[in-house]
Every structure is written in structure tokens, then in C-alpha cells.
């Protein structure tokens, strides 16, 4: 399987930035797409940006102009850069990638992983 290990998170203040980066190890073919999601407290999770292998990105509205994503395909490595952060971005970060692993028996199957997630908060 894909393992996916978030950093960059912790504690920030108002109008502050954080980049988080996200690797993905493993038996890896390609993977098409990685992303960031994230969860709230008493909230369901929701997308916040995503980037294709070909670098197409699509972010959520409440993101746009703040937050941007990039990857570096040859390292398997997805970052979001967050500027201008607000208290509504508290949130758990996971990041997400989907693709393809090579498998025992010399083929591919696909998979879709998730990382433990990484902690963004604000200090009063």
C-alpha cells in the first residue's frame, strides 16, 4: 500500500501562513491525483485544493487566492502553501493521493490513500 506523512502544521495567528507537504511512499506507479482536505471540529471533511500529475488545481471557494497547491512528481510530494490565514481554517489537514502501485504479481491495481493528518490552530 501508499503511506502518506503530513507536516508543516501547528500554531498560527491571524493573517499568518504555514505550508504544509505531504509524501507518499510505497510501491508506486503513478499517482494522478493529490490533495488536501480538511475536518473541523463537528464538521464533515471537506476538499480545500487539489492538483493533478499534470498540474491542473482546483481549489475550494473559501480557499481561492489564499492557499495554493503543488507537487513534485518526482518525489512523490504534494505542499499547500497558506497565506493570509483566518480562525475558519482551524481544521485537521489530511492529505489524500490516488493512483497506481505495482503489486507482487507484476501488475498494477489502483489505490486511494489518506495521510494521519497535520493540525492547524490559532492562537489568541
Known amino acids: 500500500q501508499v503511506q502518506l506523512v503530513e507536516s508543516g502544521g501547528g500554531l498560527v495567528q491571524p493573517g499568518g501562513s504555514l505550508r504544509l507537504s505531504c509524501g507518499a511512499s510505497?510501491?508506486?506507479?503513478?499517482?494522478?491525483?493529490m490533495g488536501w482536505y480538511r475536518q473541523a471540529p463537528g464538521k464533515q471533511r471537506e476538499l480545500v485544493a487539489r492538483?493533478?500529475?499534470?498540474?491542473?488545481?482546483n481549489y475550494a471557494d473559501s480557499v481561492k487566492g489564499r492557499f495554493t497547491i503543488s507537487r513534485d512528481n518526482a518525489k512523490n510530494t504534494v505542499f499547500l502553501q497558506m497565506n493570509s490565514l483566518k480562525p475558519e481554517d482551524t481544521a485537521v489537514y489530511h492529505c489524500?493521493?490516488?493512483?497506481?502501485?505495482?503489486?507482487?504479481?507484476?501488475?498494477?491495481?489502483?489505490?486511494?490513500?489518506w495521510g494521519q493528518g497535520t493540525t492547524v490552530t490559532f492562537s489568541s
Open positions: 489524500n493521493a490516488d493512483g497506481e502501485i505495482y503489486r507482487s504479481s507484476g501488475l498494477m491495481s489502483g489505490f486511494v490513500s
Open positions: 510505497g510501491s508506486i506507479f503513478s499517482i494522478n491525483v
Open positions: 492538483i493533478t500529475i499534470g498540474g491542473i488545481t
